[in-house]
Nanobody, 114 residues
Framework: VQLQASGGGLVQAGGSLRLSCAAS????????MAWHRQAPGKQRELVAV???????NYADAVKGRFTISRENAKNTVYLQMSSLKPEDTAVYYC?????????WGQGTQVTVSS
């Protein structure tokens, strides 16, 4: 099982980015898919979760600004980020729960300039 994250970059405050996480297999085989982030000097934190029943959860800091979604045909999960703030700057990681084990993709850097 492999997860490939992409889509990070440099954006000005107030801008938008869309992160992608492509799975090597059927995305619906994952019990859940999630995005986490880790800012310099801070612990990794959960940003958004998408369950197979399409239920979602978001960290309070991103509610109303970020949206997690799934495109089954492409076995890809997205994180649409809008109204970005400098405090959103972090390395973003996707992970998924597959057959009782969590798998992680590599990180993708998001930098929001003020």
């Amino acid at each position: 099982v492999q997860l490939q994250a992409s889509g990070g970059g440099l954006v000005q405050a107030g801008g938008s980015l869309r992160l992608s996480c492509a799975a090597s297999g059927n995305i619906l085989s994952f019990g859940l898919m999630a995005w986490h982030r880790q800012a310099p000097g801070k612990q990794r934190e959960l940003v958004a979760v998408l369950f197979t029943n399409d239920h979602t959860n978001y960290a309070d800091a991103v509610k109303g600004r970020f949206t997690i979604s799934r495109e089954n045909a492409k076995n890809t999960v997205y994180l649409q980020m809008s109204s970005l703030k400098p405090e959103d700057t972090a390395v973003y990681y996707c992970n998924g729960l597959f057959r009782g084990s969590y798998y992680w993709g590599q990180g993708t850097q998001v930098t929001v300039s003020s």
